[in-house]
Each structure stands twice: as C-alpha cells, then as structure tokens.
C-alpha cells in the first residue's frame, strides 16, 4: 500500500542527527512502499542546520525533508505537536514515525488529540498487516505480555524504540538528495502558554545515549554505589551505563540513568546487569533487550529467569575479571 510516510527528524542543536531516526527511515520505506510509489518524507522543526544531514538522509531513501520554523520554542511539546499537525495537513501523509523520547510521546498525543490520530508509542516493531493497517509490536504490562496493536484510523503516528529496526541504506548508485520545503508555521496562543525559561544541557559524555546505545551495563543494589568497575566495562566495550531505581534514589548516580516502568525503557542489542536483582519494575524497561547478561551474587535471582547468559558471582571479582579479558581479546 503505497503513502506518503512522515519521520521526525530529532537532532541535536548542532543539527546532528540522533543515530535510531535512520532506523524509523528504514521502517518508514517498508510502510510507504517506495517502489509502489509511496514516499518517505522527513520533518525538521527548529533553525538548526539541515544541510549536512540531507546526504545520508538521502542514502536512507528520505524524498523530501519539511524544514519547519516556529514563532515559538519548538523544544515545547505543544509547539512540536502544532508544527507535525502543520506537515500532516499539508501532506496529507497517512502514517508519522517518531522516536519513544519522552519529548515526542507528549507531543504525539497532543497531535493525537488534535486531530483523531491512533497513536501507539514506544513500539519495537512496526509493518502493514494484510489489510493494510499499520500494526505495532509493544511489550505491556511490564514486559510481561507482547501486543500487536493495529491502528484503525485514517492517521496512524507510532512512537519505535531505539534499536527496534536495524537502518539500511537504498541500493542505488546516486543517491538523490533530499528536495527540502521550508515553511514557518504560527502557533497557537494556546502552545505558548507555558515558556521555556532556561535549557542546560548535560555534562558532555564519551559515551552513548542510554536511550539509543546498542550495548548497556547497568548497576543495581549490589554495586553499594560504586559505580567504577561497571564504568570501566562499559567504556571498553563502548556502551552506555544505567541503573536500578534503588541506584538512583540512593544517589549513587543521576535519575535519568534509571531503567524501568518508571525510567528510559531500553532495547539494547545487549544488556549487562550487575547487581540487578530483575524486579518486575525494572524489566519492563529492559526486557525487549537483544542479549541479555546477569552477574549476581544469589544463583536464585529473578534476573536469571529471563537472562540469555548468567554469572553467579561477586561483581567485585567478576567486572574487573571481565573487563581485562575483553580488554586481552582486543588486543
Ligand atoms: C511503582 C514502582 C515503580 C518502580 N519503578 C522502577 C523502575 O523504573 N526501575 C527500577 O529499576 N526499579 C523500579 N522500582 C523498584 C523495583 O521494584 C526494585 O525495587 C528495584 O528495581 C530493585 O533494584 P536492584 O535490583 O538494584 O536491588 P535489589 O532488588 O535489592 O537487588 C540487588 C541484587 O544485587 C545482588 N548483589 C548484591 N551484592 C552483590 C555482589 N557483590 N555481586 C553481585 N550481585 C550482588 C543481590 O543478589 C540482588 O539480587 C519501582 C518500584 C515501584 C513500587
């Protein structure tokens, strides 16, 4: 079934483009089947740079990239919500990916409301079924059950977690560049209505996104708060570091490295625990992970029922042990 699918092109205030949105491209040139005469479209709201993505997003099989301008903040959810509503009215696109950030969940709905989309967020799949619907896979429940949902409205907007889909490139010789179309978009007096004051932005970090990396090493209880032989794993094997609640409430290291129902929901490729018991909370935040490791103390933690490989151990013998032998493997 051939369409005109939309992707939020996230990127940084630099104009980078956040790694997992090749990924939605990928998915998108399934749904709108290009061959049959459907388009992938891309939507870049905010004054960043464009110009130094438009070659790989060309690779990606992406025709035509809405650069959309704002008269208000677009790091405003009710602004970014107003400006997709904007580019789906003008298209008339049928179906818009978007990263599962917290950001673009919020804004999703919003646009969701505004204009009667189903909406499915945090998806780790997404296809046509035989009608045509556009169908999401998502864990629920705390990971304990898998769903297929099937979006029966006109505008089907799906939210995919990073990592659901691997990207691949369009098989051609030349690939086009992207045909872009700027357009300024007047929001609503109601979108501003709250105004952001201050953004700070992180202290910078050699590693990746927790959100988006493809390998994580996560602490629990059993580190006591230190965090340093896990830190050593990750940055050898160049994988992000999260944590347990309990790791985080303690302090031991910041609240946006929490993993769980109540944290980032990850789907690394794989996913190292360490001191993670695999309490029902935490799971339904990390069970949809590729390969998943557990070094534990106790051979009965619940961790090992849904661990691909186990390690019953101390992590103070265990980690350092680890990390040398990979550190030796790679010369
Ligand atoms: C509403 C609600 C929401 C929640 N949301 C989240 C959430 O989003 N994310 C989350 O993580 N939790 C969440 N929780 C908390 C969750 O229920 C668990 O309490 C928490 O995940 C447990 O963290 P933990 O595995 O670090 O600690 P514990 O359950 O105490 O496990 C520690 C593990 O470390 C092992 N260990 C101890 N010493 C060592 C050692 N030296 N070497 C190796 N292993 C060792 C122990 O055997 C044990 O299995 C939530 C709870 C509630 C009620």
Request: charged share 20%; net charge negative.
């Amino acid at each position: 079934m051939s369409a005109t699918v939309l992707v939020l092109l996230d990127h940084a205030d630099t104009g980078a483009l956040r790694g997992s949105v090749l990924e939605l491209a990928t998915a998108a040139r399934d749904l709108a089947d290009v061959a049959g005469g459907g388009a992938v479209h891309g939507v870049w709201v905010g004054d960043e740079p464009l110009d130094p993505a438009l070659p790989v997003l060309g690779r990606h099989g992406v025709s035509v990239v809405h650069a959309v301008s704002t008269d208000a903040d677009p790091h405003l959810t009710p602004v970014l919500a107003e400006a997709l509503a904007d580019v789906v009215a003008d298209t008339g696109a049928t179906v818009l990916l978007a990263l599962s950030t917290f950001e673009n969940k919020e804004a999703v709905a919003r646009l969701a409301v505004a204009t009667g989309a189903g909406v499915v967020t945090d998806a780790s799949s997404v296809e046509r079924d035989e009608q045509g619907r556009v169908v999401a896979g998502k864990t629920v429940l705390a990971g304990t059950w898998t769903t297929r949902c099937a979006v029966r409205t006109e505008l089907a907007v799906v939210t995919l977690k990073a990592g659901a889909v691997v990207s691949t490139h369009v098989e051609e010789e030349a690939p086009r560049i992207p045909e872009v179309r700027s357009r300024e978009v007047a929001v609503s007096e109601r979108a501003t209505r709250v105004r952001l004051v201050e953004r700070t932005p992180t202290e910078p970090s050699d590693r990746p996104d927790l959100s988006s990396a493809d390998v994580v090493v996560v602490g629990g209880r059993g580190t006591e708060g230190d965090f340093g032989p896990l830190e050593a794993l990750a940055d050898e094997i160049g994988g992000a570091v999260g944590a347990t609640r309990v790791a985080t409430d303690e302090g031991w290291i910041g609240h946006e490295a929490q993993i769980g129902q109540t944290g980032v929901t990850i789907s690394p490729r794989l996913y190292i625990g360490v001191g993670v018991s695999g309490a029902v909370h935490h799971r339904g935040g990390m069970q949809a992970s590729g390969t998943i490791v557990a070094v534990n103390s106790d051979p009965e933690a619940p961790i090992f029922e849904i661990a691909d490989y186990g390690v019953v151990g101390d992590l103070t013998t265990v980690l350092p042990q680890l990390t040398e032998e990979i550190r030796r493997l790679r010369g």
